[in-house]
């Protein structure tokens, strides 16, 4: 995929939209209530995080980008949490609004044992007032000549009227700015004019009137759309099923999703709009723009919340892909946010490490106990130099990717990661393991890194194995036999 990520530190992406706050609160169930069949939830955590408009203004931010944001806001606590979260991001809030008598949207979402309990809306839908659109059209004509390209996150809160639209749209035309818009509502006609449309399917489907149930009734309903409304491109998302960019006069443009594990789809389109925004802003095609969001969302998807893709996150990613290199593939710059996303969810982690030169029956012996003990393996590797070092040379006879797309393939295995070996000690202190694991043929006592894991409360397993089977003695035996 032809996108340089550091490149995104140098664009700068206006953010129009609806902001909201988001409360997550996280407890646990053991009773029903006596009062009604309903579960008692006892909460542990609170959370609170951008959502709405303000979750791609967080993304922008996460993704290196500047970003100065518009919206509307009340003059009560929520709006100020808001502005307080924009200032330690570093955002300019200069756009944003109080308006008296406005509530500040909020969203709680209660969250119990890993799963969504229940969601708690305060909202109001009217419309802005004249007056705060005059702030607001005024801010953003004087702001177009220093941005890049302008993002609108609409979820139907009163701010992104037909009136203000065409302000906007008259605006970044004169500057010659690219508008992309993630849309909200039945009728698309009020986006006329903007540069590029991103719904999903659903939306795609009530707006056209067209009931997408296959690839075909899934152009026919773009083509419709395209026809009624003046767009330069049209982006159906389509979930699993990847995205199709859509372009008058040319074949769509179909990227595939990755299959991965699906957590939240909170805020992924939240994800593809920013993306896209910086994409562009950075100088990559439409098309390869596409692509890279594609990407983007499939990692936001397997995270729980609102959340955001870091640009370690998207460059890894990115450069998996570019190397063939499969999903469960994580590079080391990824296991900080990894380690704590899986511990978010509850999840009781297992580490194993070794060569794994040349996979045998022990190695699957080993893999299938040590998945027994948790609820994700994560296999570390050696990278090659560390195994020339420790095994002499000649070896490895397979490198540490034809290693990883090996190790990857079992269903054991939910996560690799390549790592040399004076990094073993940090290894263990970002993923604290429940459970590390070794083969018997080590003590407990020889196996590097227990005190450590035994620090954060984990423990060493020994897996029996009771084969005289290594890589090495395969290694061996094919040389002798070729002597022979």
């Not at 979750?55 to 500047?66: D, E, I, M, R, S």
């Not at 450069?319 to 710059?333: E, I, V």
């Amino acid at each position: 995929m032809l996108i340089d990520t550091s490149k995104f530190d140098q664009c700068h992406l206006l953010v129009v939209g609806d902001l909201m706050l988001d409360e997550y609160l996280w407890g646990e169930v053991d009773r029903i209530s006596p009062e009604a069949p309903v579960q008692v939830v006892s909460i542990k955590n609170e959370d609170f995080a951008l959502g709405g408009a303000g979750n791609v203004v967080n993304n922008v931010v996460a993704l290196g980008g500047k970003v100065s944001t518009v919206g509307v806001i009340g003059t009560g606590r929520n709006g100020q949490l808001l502005l307080k979260i924009f200032k330690k991001l570093g955002v300019d809030t200069a756009g944003i609004v109080k308006e008296p008598g406005r509530t500040t949207t909020q969203k709680t979402r209660i969250i119990a044992a890993n799963q969504h309990v229940l969601r708690i809306d305060r909202e109001t839908q009217q419309d802005i007032s004249a007056s705060s659109l005059e702030k607001i059209a005024r801010f953003i004509e004087d702001k177009m000549i220093d941005i890049d390209v302008v993002l609108i996150s609409d979820y139907g809160k009163g701010l992104i009227t037909e009136s203000m639209l065409s302000r906007v749209i008259a605006s970044a035309k004169k500057h010659k700015k690219m508008i992309i818009v993630d849309p909200k509502g039945l009728d698309f006609s009020k986006y006329s004019g903007v540069s590029l449309l991103t719904p999903n399917k659903k939306e795609a489907a009530l707006a056209s009137g067209v009931e997408i149930i296959d690839e075909s009734s899934l152009e026919k309903a773009a083509h419709k759309i395209l026809k009624h409304i003046s767009l330069d491109n049209l982006l159906i998302t389509c979930g699993k099923d990847g995205m199709v960019l859509f372009e008058r006069n040319k074949e769509p443009f179909r990227v595939k999703a990755e299959a991965r594990q699906v957590f939240d789809v909170s805020g992924a389109g939240d994800t593809v709009l920013t993306v896209l925004g910086l994409a562009v802003a950075s100088g990559t095609s439409i098309n390869s723009g596409v692509a890279v969001a594609n990407t983007a969302a499939g990692i936001v998807v397997g995270k729980v919340g609102t959340a955001t893709v870091s640009k370690q996150e998207l460059a890894s990613a990115l450069k998996s892909h570019d190397h063939g290199l499969p999903a469960k593939y994580k590079d080391f710059s990824e296991l900080p946010a990894l380690a704590e996303d899986l511990k978010k969810k509850g999840k009781r982690l297992v580490m194993t490490n070794g060569c794994f030169d040349l996979l045998h029956a022990g190695h699957i012996m080993l893999f299938s106990a040590s998945k027994q003990l948790g609820d994700i393996l994560i296999v570390a590797i050696d990278d090659d130099e560390s195994v020339r070092i420790l095994k002499g040379s000649g070896r490895p006879v397979l490198n540490e990717k034809e290693r990883s797309r090996i190790l990857s393939a079992l269903d054991a295995v939910d996560y690799v990661v390549v790592f040399s070996s004076h990094e073993l000690k940090k290894l263990i202190e970002i993923i604290q393991p429940d459970v590390l694991t070794k083969g018997s043929n080590y003590t407990s006592k020889e196996v590097f890194g227990r005190e450590l894991v035994e620090k954060y409360g984990g423990r060493v397993e020994l897996i029996p194995v009771t084969e005289k089977i290594s890589s090495t003695r395969i290694i061996n035996n094919i040389k002798s036999s070729r002597q022979e």
